[in-house]
């Protein structure tokens, strides 16, 4: 990916995805929509990309109250392993 690009809708594709699901780009979470439960999308700005660098992507699935063992308590939150892209 080329620094100084315009802004984008970076595309996640995995699996178990919730509603609560947040794509985090570099550190930071960006405006995240649920497409379904095997698919994210992200608004990646222009100003995030201005800069050469290895930038990690990972997926973080919140706490949700109720959702622990047996329907009840809050789970753990969890974040994927990170995916790193160039921008060069």
């Not at 929509?33 to 997926?59: C, E, G, K, M, Y």
């Amino acid at each position: 990916m080329n620094s100084s690009g315009a802004a984008f809708v970076l595309t996640v594709k995995g699996s178990d995805f919730s509603s609560h699901a947040t794509v985090n780009w570099n550190g930071t979470a960006p405006t995240t929509t649920f497409v379904s439960a095997s698919q994210l999308t992200a608004t990646i700005a222009a100003a995030d990309i201005a800069t050469p660098a290895a930038v990690p992507i990972t997926v973080t699935e919140p706490a949700i109250a109720g959702m622990g063992a047996s329907g009840s308590g809050p789970t753990r939150a969890e974040t994927s392993v990170a995916v790193n892209i160039s921008v060069n």
